[in-house]
């Protein structure tokens, strides 16, 4: 609800929230920085909402560029002091403008495609403004580092939910058993944004809060990681993708708020994802014989994916095959040689199961085997449009989304003895309103972002929030105001 601040002029929105218990008994009343700092959030898409309204309601002028300026009118709405902009960052007819708003503003916020953050930071740079986004600092990124503390300002990256508030609850736990002498042997992270259990209802168990070309190229990514002091890598070779070695979880503990139908999954599946070898040297974990940062998928996921990858549909190349009006069913056939009445008998023969083996279950209702169009740019294009256009791949009205992140640290202590530590994160969707994934990516960017213009946060040069003078505050405020929180637990031995 909405309350004036006597004598200020200024006008506050009080954030209700759950506690872990899902009782609405908790409030947040943001503070206003002592002067109007301007904010430029450039892109307007699914997780933006809450960042925005969070800067906006503690007193900062919000200008959001998007290319469609309809999506940015439609964020910022009901909101004081934000402005619109229609803007395309990647076309250069706008760089003129897009420099002038970078000029206006005290800090810029990239959440387009992050291909396109250095060339905005680079913007920052020359125009002495502080940057922010919540991806990964690439390479490119980093060697900007000097640039930005020659200026006095920051570059602060790595701050949403996976990177960040993985990064921040697992620095809890390494800076603690640091400081009492103690080294970290094993370290096991995984996040995953699934639908919640109550809302799990189509046969892939997942829907898409992100862009499914990305979602589905990540089966063709390469992993890296290190196991029992070990450098692997996962790749597209046969039998070593991310998705041909997957592990189920069944340790993920439910400490969110309590479910209101279904049950909590008895086991997500697991697997590496990115480069997780560079972290030993960012976390300073130079004992650690397995390190491991990948993704949570519902049972099913993998299989299912590997099997899509394994009949060739997620070739980016091959154009011809896709041309005319060719149906998914004839599309399938030419590749297996056979007619497409025969496509489904011939698909599970090629994948060597049953034609009443779940999979063949789950291709069949995605509309592999059907009369369906496939005319795209290309086999990736074409099935990405079958998931794109069926409506149980999106969060209908009054369903919620979940993040569930589990860390696992296996810890050697000063005094020789063994212990296990998990970290776990559970949060849901609100019913009618901001997803989890866009509370959890832009909320703690927003924090962030209004502790560096109000002088709260004093580091310069190119970051992420891994000491405790960054995380340490970001969490606290996630917990107290929004009761994102994460449960520890200790049991001793490996």
Known sequence: FNVWQAGTGLHFHIWCVRDSEGHQDRTYTPQPPTTMSKVLILGAGLVAGPGVKYLAETGHEVTVASRTVARAEKLIEGLAKCTAVGLDVGDPADAGRLEELIAATDIVVSLVPWTMHTPIAELAVKLKKHFASTSYISDAMDALDGAFKTNSKICFNECGVDPGLDHMSACVVFDDVKSKGGKIKSFL????????????????GYKFSWSPRGVLLAAVREAFYIEDGVEKKMDTTPGNGIYDKFILDSTVPNVGAPLEKATWPEAFESHPNGNSTKFKAIYDLPDCDTLIRGTYR?????????????????????????????????????????????????????????????????????????DKDATAPTKLDAVCRLFQENPKFYYAEGERDMIAMHHTFKILNADGSKETRTSSLVDYGIKGGDTSMARTVTLPLAIAIRKILAGEIKNTGVCRPTSADLYVPILKEMEDSFGIKFTEKTTAGW
Do not use: H
């Open 189 to 204: 992270s995984y996040c995953g944004g699934l639908p919640c259990p109550d809302d799990n209802n189509n046969p892939f």
């Open 298 to 370: 519902s049972a099913g996921w993998c299989d299912a994916m590997r099997s899509i990858k394994a009949l060739g549909l997620l070739n980016q190349d091959d154009c011809a095959a896709t041309a005319g009006g060719i149906t998914f069913a004839a599309l399938l056939a030419a590749d297996l040689g056979c007619d497409a009445k025969g496509v489904k008998a011939a698909t599970a023969a090629k994948l060597a199961i049953g034609e009443d083996d779940v999979i063949i279950g789950r291709l069949e209702w995605l509309g592999l085997f059907s």
